[in-house]
T-cell receptor
Framework: DAGVTQSPTHLIKTRGQQVTLRCSPKSGHDTVSWYQQALGQGPQFIFQYYEEEERQRGNFPDRFSGHQFPNYSSELNVNALLLGDSALYLC????????????FGPGTRLLVL | AQTVTQSQPEMSVQEAETVTLSCTYD???????LFWYKQPPSRQMILVIR??????QNATENRFSVNFQKAAKSFSLKISDSQLGDTAMYFCAFMNRGFYDMRFGAGTRLTVKP
């Protein structure tokens, strides 16, 4: 049973650039959530996607956008990168009828220089 | 504000002993879910245990159990017979029923010593 996978594992970008992170949900899951985890902190909710639409958004600027594809995989896009965007980006998947039980991927470590 | 507070940044315990991690939360909702997640150095977040707020009985999962005090908005995690593999960051989290944003605390770094 394939768990949640994310790519790439690490990424280095410079300020002002744009980045795309990818997530494949656990087999059978239809909902994907994205979190940002700064160093030494707990994860912060960015947004959740279900049926290819953003269902709820956390307190993040419009520079953060996402997409969900018909196969339920998802992308997180961040434009105009800032130094403060450096963090571990976690993807979590769940089932619509049990969205409280979220399975996390290993994350993508983004470093903005 | 809906927040989660973990007042113990770091804790340590001897192998085979018992340790309790503290968590308090603040929400105006009455129906919600509480969670403890473990994040080992490999960084993959793993669900340890979950509790539905409407259930009075404390959840247990093998060596892991919780003490849920709804009125006090407290949700502590007890790890019995600690093992070296329990060394990790532990995050307390909650999610209001009908919403999709899980709120996390800052975490407690637990070290199990041989």
């Amino acid at each position: 049973d394939a768990g949640v996978t994310q790519s790439p594992t690490h990424l280095i970008k410079t300020r002002g650039q744009q980045v795309t992170l990818r997530c494949s949900p656990k087999s059978g899951h239809d909902t994907v959530s994205w979190y940002q985890q700064a160093l030494g902190q707990g994860p912060q909710f960015i947004f959740q996607y279900y049926e290819e639409e953003e269902r709820q958004r956390g307190n993040f600027p419009d520079r953060f956008s996402g997409h969900q594809f018909p196969n339920y995989s998802s992308e997180l896009n961040v434009n105009a990168l800032l130094l403060g965007d450096s963090a571990l980006y976690l993807c979590a998947s769940s089932l619509r009828q049990d969205q409280e039980t979220q399975y996390f991927g290993p994350g993508t470590r983004l470093l903005v220089l | 504000a809906q927040t989660v507070t973990q007042s113990q940044p770091e804790m340590s315990v001897q192998e085979a002993e018992t340790v309790t991690l503290s968590c308090t939360y603040d929400t105006s909702e009455n129906n919600y879910y509480l969670f403890w997640y473990k994040q080992p150095p490999s960084r993959q977040m793993i669900l340890v245990i979950r509790q539905e707020a409407y259930k009075q009985q404390n959840a247990t999962e093998n060596r892991f159990s919780v003490n849920f005090q709804k009125a006090a908005k407290s949700f502590s995690l007890k790890i019995s017979d600690s093992q070296l593999g329990d060394t990790a960051m532990y995050f307390c989290a909650f999610m209001n029923r009908g919403f999709y944003d899980m709120r996390f605390g800052a975490g407690t770094r637990l070290t199990v010593k041989p």
